[in-house]
């Protein structure tokens, strides 16, 4: 084999090593033009989710501007009748409130007959033929106030009967609209009382519709209660007002920050204090409340108000589906405010839920503690007529509540400062003396020390003395090696040591460095936190002692306070003639022909009416 054959392995290697070099080259350069491109890309992508979500936000706001657009023609077409039965109910009751069409300056013909229209419109909407039923009774047309009658009242017969009640108020028509009243009452579900009840509530509480609708709501209550007030559902409503009665009770902590950290088992001892703060605590917030606005009887503009407001909830009150159309409505234009966030529109919706209604026991608890309540939103004066009806309830949890907080009050509260500890009692008649305690205070800790300094010194004496005795006796028993005697000798002093001092932390308290008193530089402050505790102490047991005195007699003299103020806030009917009495200056039917009304509606009070104005024309 000749030397040609031989391969050069330097040459190959050399040419591997390049390529390799090469490869790497090409390698790294690819992997920098990738990470480039992905940084791009990232960026573009990033552009691109941008552009799309301002897209679909612009997409859904020019969307829900077109719904809105949809929504309202849906809203015209099914329920344009009833908007405009709304503002009919409205124009009537005013026009007619402000004698407008007895002065002639609207037409009665015209009045009649737009009414009609309108009622003959909107054939399954209950307000058109109400509406025509008020202005029938004001015109004294018979014929239709039968015919609308006929149609309002099985459409809906508690908000037709309210209806009138409402307006025939502000027409002066007092004997009509509590008979109205009277109808409207035997329909309300006290199991499922809805916010039109609590307009009512409001309205006849102040005396705005006058005394005989007051008396009419009265009997009503008073009914109800007789027929739902059993012994479990007085129970049951006790329980809840016991309940509530801690709960509105502030804590006691922030008031005795020293007293709370210096006594033992302070929870429960600051639950006991509050739970007897609870009667006196709501008596006062109730005088504030109910007790703290101005009372008497309401007419004149004010009592107009506030049967108007009622009138105006009940006439633009919409029915479910229509309250269901116009919340999407109100959806998109939230869609649009919030730049198409359709998530921050959707928690934007804080509507009160529709058809939300509560129990008779419900709205008188949440008449005493509108803490508890949601959607109630009464008057000073309904609270009070609330409150009356179940302060028999509300005095039997006072009355649990206080027998609870004197059978949970401690005889004492054991307090501690340091390692030092006195029992302070509760009770009032009993003398607690700061500057005593104090001083007691101050020569245990003075006895402390001189006890710690002497043990100390004992020990240590007797340390020493076993170390040299057991070093110089050892040997008799181990030889003659020292060394190891000393060792031997060290080591039962340490544990004779251990054992002395083992017992000294069984007698006196120990070291501690963040609260050792027993140093002669901090006595004073021990002193001054033990004083500080005492006086938190005696300034709670006397409020203590207040609140389980004056606490429930409190409660009762404010609910007497309360009931006597809404008895008072019914207006004054004075006699004119049999039959027929004055309200605010007013001339009406009294409530001596009632009974003469039919089933379907007062027709009789229009006759009554002429009647009584032909007489005084005599």
């Not at 016991?242 to 600051?270: G, M, Q, R």
């Not at 509050?274 to 007419?299: F, H, K, M, P, W």
């Not at 390692?419 to 500057?435: C, F, N, R, Y």
């Not at 308290?509 to 936190?529: G, K």
């Amino acid at each position: 084999m000749t030397n040609s054959s031989v391969p050069d392995t330097g040459r190959i290697a050399s040419e591997i090593n390049s390529l390799r070099a090469d490869v790497s080259l090409r390698l790294a350069r690819l992997e920098r033009d990738l990470g480039t491109t992905a940084a791009t890309a990232k960026k573009t992508l990033e552009a691109l989710q941008r552009l799309s979500a301002e897209f679909d936000r612009e997409r859904t706001v020019q969307l829900a501007h077109h719904r809105i657009g949809e929504l309202t023609q849906q809203m015209e077409r099914r329920f344009g009748d009833r908007a405009r039965a709304r503002r009919l109910a409205e124009s009537v009751i005013n026009e007619i409130a402000m004698d407008a069409v007895q002065s002639g300056f609207i037409d009665r013909d015209s009045l009649r007959e737009y009414t009609t229209q309108v009622a003959l419109a909107t054939p399954g909407y209950w307000l058109a033929p109400a509406a025509l039923m008020f202005a029938s009774t004001y015109l004294k047309d018979h014929e239709r106030y039968e015919l609308a009658s006929r149609t309002a009242l099985p459409l809906d017969e508690a908000r037709t009967r309210l209806f009138m009640a409402l307006a025939l108020t502000r027409a002066d028509d007092e004997k009509g609209a509590a008979f109205w009243l009277e109808g409207y009452l035997q329909t309300v579900d006290p199991e499922a009382l809805d916010r039109d009840f609590l307009v009512l509530l409001d309205a006849v509480a102040s005396g705005a519709l006058g005394r005989s609708c007051r008396t009419h709501a009265e009997e009503a209550l008073s009914r109800w209660r007789r027929e739902m007030f059993t012994d479990e559902t007085n129970r049951v409503q006790v329980a809840k007002l016991i309940e509530l009665f801690a709960d509105e009770t502030p804590h006691l902590d922030d008031a005795t920050p020293t007293l709370a950290e210096c006594a033992s088992d302070w929870p429960k001892v600051a639950e006991a204090y509050r739970q007897s703060r609870s009667c006196l605590y709501v008596a006062d917030r109730l005088r504030e409340e109910l007790l703290g606005t101005a009372n008497g009887i309401v007419t004149g503009a004010y009592g107009d108000g506030i049967v108007h407001s009622a009138l105006d909830h009940l006439v633009n009150q919409q029915s479910d589906d229509e309250a269901a159309l116009q919340r999407e409505i109100d959806v998109q234009k939230r869609i649009i405010e919030y730049g198409g966030d359709v998530v921050r529109a959707a928690e934007g919706d804080r509507s009160p839920a529709a058809n939300t209604t509560m129990d008779l026991p419900t709205l008188l608890t949440h008449a005493a503690f509108p803490s508890a309540a949601e959607h109630t939103q009464l008057g000073a004066e309904a609270k009070r007529l609330a409150v009356s009806c179940a302060r028999d309830w509300i005095t039997a949890a006072g009355e649990t509540v206080s027998m609870r907080s004197r059978q949970r009050r401690p005889a004492d509260v054991v307090v501690h400062v340091g390692h030092w500890q006195h029992a302070l009692p509760t009770d009032p008649a009993s003398p607690v003396s700061g500057k005593k305690l104090a001083a007691e205070l101050g020569d245990h800790l003075l006895n402390v020390r001189r006890m710690r300094r002497t043990l100390n010194v004992a020990v240590v004496l007797g340390c020493l003395v076993l170390f040299v005795a057991v070093t110089l006796g050892m040997p008799l028993f181990v030889g003659s090696g020292y060394v190891i005697s000393a060792v031997l000798a060290a080591l039962l002093t340490v544990g004779a040591a251990r054992l002395a001092l083992g017992r000294l932390r069984k007698r006196v308290p120990p070291i501690e460095a963040e609260n050792d008193y027993y140093r002669a530089s901090r006595t004073r402050e021990a002193q001054e936190r033990l004083e500080a505790v005492v006086r938190e102490h005696e300034e709670c047991r006397m409020l203590w002692a207040r609140a389980e005195t004056q606490g429930l007699p409190a409660l009762v003299a404010v609910l007497d306070e309360i009931e006597t103020r809404s008895a008072s806030a019914a207006p004054p009917t004075v006699m004119l003639s049999p039959g027929w009495t004055r309200v605010d200056g007013h001339e009406s039917p009294g409530r001596g022909d009632t009974a003469r009304h039919t089933a379907a509606g007062p027709a009789p009070v229009v006759e009554e009416a002429v009647e009584h104005a032909e007489k005084h024309t005599r």
